[in-house]
């Protein structure tokens, strides 16, 4: 057969583009029409193209890069499971991190197959957070759940949809084990409707190019992206790096778990080697493979190319061997919902082991967390139950040539905030505080950026909180000299001046209208020396109020003049 020739540049841009514009489309669908504030207020969802082998091919723009190979992996059991029996209509719907490719089972996958003249092109994807899954904790995302039977509905790979028909008991059952099913429902048929969208679109693209470019098309995005970040590659310089962190605990009593990296380049191979991580662990921390798989990806493309297109071609470009059974790649009933803290870690352990090969591409140590709180009760207002999840960002790393961001979610979980007005409107609660915390930015010549504090009491009732933190015992270090950032904390403050001082793994603490939760999410490691700050920078921290006179006069020998 002769070698096609290449899709000229100009024909593939707009053509890729037009794949882009609607993952897009298909994104703004889910959040428009969702029930839940976490995803019509944070956006914790994506939405991708993949083709008839499952190859990822485009992720939305507002994708998150933690679902990166999370679609990647439902492609694969679907075709694995279903074969020759997918059929147009067709929705499949699947989250178990150990039998449908997910990696926790809030985040609820849907695909749906696109064909053009009975055939199978490829699929339409999507994935959501979703507020609660079931289990033995309010909002699924507790910490101290030793098995992942405790953490949710576990759903393997299923037809939602038969050939365009709803398989109503399917519904029925997903919806049965699950807490505010009515809000479960909005937010399953927002990725519905995103799905049979998306499907109409590709019906439309393939009717305007026809299957064959179509498939071309797919074949070419996959290979230049391959080649950008294979030549990415090969600047960085041959030789072996290594480094390790470790997560503070798994909320089930082992403290301090290794995540050990040795990462071997040559010319344009590279090899990602978790051997010396320790073994997967009772609580709720684990990665699957593909969890660590999206994390390494994404760090390694930060650091190189960011403007790295995210499909297959970046899978297709990195190797990593993570031992079966081990803390970053674990084996059921290994239990995962907290997968986004240690995610966090292993992006981390990665910028830890090329800083030296690449001194101005990494930052200190962000926030290392994805600082989860939730809370639930009975609302007064309606005597039904809810549920407010919420992931808080923190302190992002000091740079090379600035400091690091303030209160913002970092790499791989780049949602949105809450707004205090969606808060206090949805649910039964006060935020009676919502600030940036004073000297938690770690000192440098291009300080950390600083933690956040969020405090919330509930309104006319008693409510439950669980909150999950990492980095709230081992600081975020900071990086060629930088001093790292400050833990993060939960605190019950009572009207009576009592404060109570939580784990970082608290669960099912009951709150009373006259007591107030206090979360305070960790600040980043600064970056150089706090020596070679700048005099105009250290007047800025003073003018900003961001930092103490004692702290200036501590980390950098500043005293007002």
């Not at 297109?309 to 297709?316: A, E, K």
């Not at 784990?503 to 970056?527: C, H, Q």
Request: proline share 5%; glycine share 10%.
């Amino acid at each position: 057969m002769p070698e096609q020739v290449p899709l000229d540049p100009i024909s593939l841009e707009i053509s890729w583009n037009g794949l882009k514009s609607i993952a897009d489309e298909c994104f703004l669908t889910i959040m428009r029409s969702a029930f839940s504030t976490n995803i019509k207020e944070r956006h914790d969802h994506s939405t991708a193209i993949a083709d008839a082998d499952g190859r990822l091919i485009v992720q939305a723009e507002n994708a998150l890069p933690i679902h990166l190979a999370s679609m990647s992996g439902l492609m694969k059991f679907i075709l694995e499971q279903y074969g020759d029996t997918i059929a147009p209509g067709d929705i499949f719907i699947g989250n178990d991190p150990h039998v449908a490719g997910g990696t926790h089972l809030p985040d609820i996958n849907l695909a749906t197959p696109v064909f053009h003249e009975e055939q199978l092109i490829g699929f339409v994807a999507n994935i959501v957070h979703h507020a609660d899954v079931g289990g033995a904790a309010v909002g699924s995302m507790s910490g101290g759940l030793d098995e992942i039977y405790k953490e949710g509905l576990r759903i393997p790979i299923v037809r939602l949809f038969s050939k365009g028909v709803l398989q109503d008991d399917m519904m029925r059952l997903l919806l049965l084990n699950m807490r505010l099913p009515e809000e479960r429902k909005g937010d399953l048929n927002a990725q519905i409707a995103a799905a049979k969208l998306g499907n109409a679109r590709m019906g439309e693209f393939l009717e305007a190019h026809g299957a064959n470019y179509t498939v071309r098309l797919f074949d070419e995005i996959v290979e230049r992206t391959n080649r950008r970040m294979r030549a990415a590659i090969v600047t960085l310089p041959d030789g072996t790096y290594s480094f390790s962190d470790v997560m503070d605990d798994d909320g089930a009593g082992t403290e301090d778990i290794l995540i050990a990296l040795k990462i071997t380049k040559k010319d344009d191979d590279i090899l990602f080697d978790f051997t010396g991580s320790d073994d997967q662990v009772l609580g709720n921390f684990n990665l699957t493979y593909n969890a660590t798989q999206s994390a390494v990806c994404y760090a390694l493309k930060a650091l190189l190319d960011p403007e790295v297109p995210n499909n297959q071609g970046i899978f297709n470009a990195i190797r990593i061997e993570a031992p079966l059974g081990s803390f970053v790649n674990c084996v059921t009933p290994a239990p995962v919902a907290m997968r986004a803290n240690t995610c966090q870690r292993v992006v981390d352990v990665v910028i830890g082991a090329l800083a030296d090969a690449l001194p101005e591409q990494v930052v200190g140590a962000a926030n290392g967390a994805n600082t989860s709180a939730v809370f639930t009760g009975i609302d007064p207002r309606t005597g039904k139950q809810y549920v407010y999840l919420e992931t808080l960002g923190g302190g992002m790393g000091g740079r090379a040539t600035k400091d690091g961001k303030d209160g913002v979610q970092v790499n791989i979980t780049n949602t949105s905030n809450l707004p205090v007005e969606a808060i206090e409107m949805e649910y039964p609660l006060r935020v009676e505080d919502y600030a940036l915390i004073e000297n938690s930015g770690g000192a440098g010549k291009h300080r950390g950026g600083m933690g956040i504090r969020r405090s919330i009491r509930p309104v006319g009732h008693v409510c439950e909180f669980n909150g999950v933190g990492e980095r709230f015992r081992n600081k975020p270090w900071g990086i060629f000299g930088g001093q790292p950032g400050a833990h993060g904390a939960f605190d019950v403050e009572k009207d009576n001046g009592e404060r109570v001082s939580l784990t970082s793994k608290a669960s099912r603490v009951k709150l009373s209208p006259e007591s107030t939760v206090v979360i305070s999410t960790p600040g980043a490691g600064g970056y150089g020396a706090p020596n070679d700050r700048t005099k105009e920078d250290l007047a800025q921290d003073r003018v900003s109020q961001k930092f103490t006179e004692d702290f200036l006069a501590t980390h950098y020998g500043e005293k007002e003049k």
